[in-house]
């Protein structure tokens, strides 16, 4: 049902050494939204996502995934129960191409065995076969027909934000988390990209009805940005990191004009 918690985050508690990243922290992410986190540089908002995603595991605290704890799962668990993420500095294959990044990514659901996979027989041709067919429908849904054989290493700035976009697509997520996504876009890559956010959030995908990847959609997006013209225009919600601490969730309209938020980050201007 559209408003239940999807994602919820329960204390966390996160420290390097003597550094405190994350205190005390809690969120809760509804189905059917996109929440964003803001926040100043080493606010806390990557370190989060890591501690969703299972990159980092925090000292306390717990997190759920649609009511079933996760935090206890290494983060290739975490990707086949539901979680995708996209990173802030881009970790594509840069030696490969579209399409085989894409598969790179299909591997958490590729069934056949070592033998099965050298001799290349069978049920694993056909599985071979399927999985393509998803990437061939990620790869049309979000424009890249003319790079799709093209090794990723070369390709503009851009459009390697978008085959990473694309891979994340490619493990099926029920919670797809966007870090950064439009960090150092030109405005016309940035509004490209918004699009597809757009379209992926409103089920877009539905145009490819066998597709299981795209065929309901992503409905539940964790967005951080900082770029405030689409945080404002994307998000349902906002939660605001200072110093490893929630200082503020509200609507857009709240959060921008929040004393709180903005004496520390948003600044006189944006109101």
């Known amino acids: ?14 420290r390097f050494g003597g550094l405190v990243a994350l205190d005390n922290v809690s969120l809760e992410v509804k189905r059917g939204e996109i929440l964003a986190i803001i926040g100043p540089n080493g606010a806390g908002k990557t370190v989060l996502v ?19 704890r ?7 668990e975490r990707g086949r129960m539901g979680l995708s993420r996209t990173f802030q500095n881009i970790e ?6 579209t ?24 049920p694993t ?48 997520p029920k919670v797809l988390l966007l870090d950064e996504p439009m960090a150092g876009m030109n405005l016309e890559e940035k509004e490209d990209l ?7 959030y409103e ?18 997006i964790v967005l951080i940005e900082h770029d405030m013209g689409v945080v404002m225009s994307l998000a349902d919600r906002i939660v605001v990191l200072d110093f490893g601490h929630v200082i503020a969730e509200g609507t857009p309209s709240e959060i921008k004009v929040n004393p709180a938020v903005v004496k520390v980050y948003l600044g006189e201007e944006v109101i």
Do not use: W
């Not at 890591?50 to 079933?68: A, K, M």
């Not at 877009?204 to 795209?214: C, I």
């Open 1 to 14: 049902m559209k408003g239940d918690a999807k994602l919820k985050v329960e204390n966390i508690y996160m």
């Open 194 to 200: 918004c699009r597809f956010i757009i379209d992926v």
């Open 125 to 172: 041709h056909k599985e071979e076969v399927e999985h393509r067919r998803i990437v061939e429908d990620i790869i049309d849904f979000l424009e890249m027909e003319s790079i799709r054989d093209t090794v990723v290493g070369v390709l503009p700035y851009g459009l390697r934000k978008r085959v990473e976009l694309g891979r994340a697509l490619a493990l099926e």
């Open 203 to 220: 089920g877009q995908g539905k145009m490819y009805p066998d597709a299981p990847t795209l065929r309901d959609g992503v409905d539940t």
């Open 92 to 97: 594509l294959y840069s030696g490969l191409t």
């Open 70 to 76: 996760i935090d206890n799962k290494p983060a290739h």
């Open 50 to 68: 890591n501690c969703i995603s299972g990159f980092y595991h925090p000292q306390e605290g717990s997190i759920y995934l649609e009511g079933e």
């Open 99 to 122: 399409v085989e990044n894409l598969m790179a990514a299909r591997q958490a659901y590729m069934k056949s065995n070592f033998l099965a996979n050298a001799l290349y027989f069978g």
